[in-house]
């Protein structure tokens, strides 16, 4: 049966016509959609803030300590005291008697390094630190003042014991070639 381009476009729209109404009309009649959950928490009811009555600090002590502190660095940031630059550890000489109990502060024993050298290059002590780093050991280096000038100490470490510092200052002389020595280090 063929059908008229009239006809077609009739029965066209038509099926259009009822596909649309059987989408829209029952919407129409549809009851209220439910309301739909907040992806966010609702903002919580406002908050009373309290002020902090458990007492303000003693500025005077706050004060007096940071004046203590600023006495104890000089201009370049160099502790007046040890001459090392703040934040560096500190090398000190090993003690001569009773090595693991002499020395301790505060009640904590004390960590010891093997200082491997001291330059007055810092470029030579900064590639003398890679070097043992590269090599898997915790080398650190520190930053001294004094009569002579500033010079850059080279060490392995901290280490706890003073046993295990004197081994490792017999391995790092014989793996390098360096005089070592065992120094109690701090911060």
Do not use: C
Not at 46 to 75: H, I, Y
């Amino acid at each position: 049966m063929k059908l008229s381009e009239q006809t077609r476009h009739r029965v066209t729209g038509t099926v259009f016509l009822v596909a649309v109404a059987a989408i829209v009309l029952p919407m129409l009649f549809d009851e209220e959609p439910p309301e739909l959950e907040r992806p966010y928490p609702a903002a919580p009811p406002e908050l009373a803030v309290q002020p902090d009555s458990s007492g303000v600090a003693d500025m005077n002590e706050l004060t007096e300590a940071a004046g203590r502190l600023v006495d104890s660095v000089d201009a370049d940031g160099f502790a007046t005291d040890t001459g090392v630059r703040i934040g560096e550890p500190v090398l000190l000489p090993e003690l001569a008697a009773e090595p693991d109990s002499a020395g301790t502060e505060g009640g904590l024993e004390p960590a010891w390094a093997v200082q491997v050298g001291a330059f007055s290059n810092h470029a030579n002590a900064e590639a003398l630190r890679e070097r043992l780093r590269a090599d898997g050991y915790a080398a650190l280096k520190s930053t001294i003042r004094s009569d002579a000038g500033e010079s850059t100490r080279v060490a392995v470490g901290p280490i706890i014991s003073r046993e295990d510092a004197a081994a490792l200052e017999q391995e790092l002389e014989r793996r390098y070639s360096l005089d070592a020595v065992v120094r109690r280090v701090t911060h």
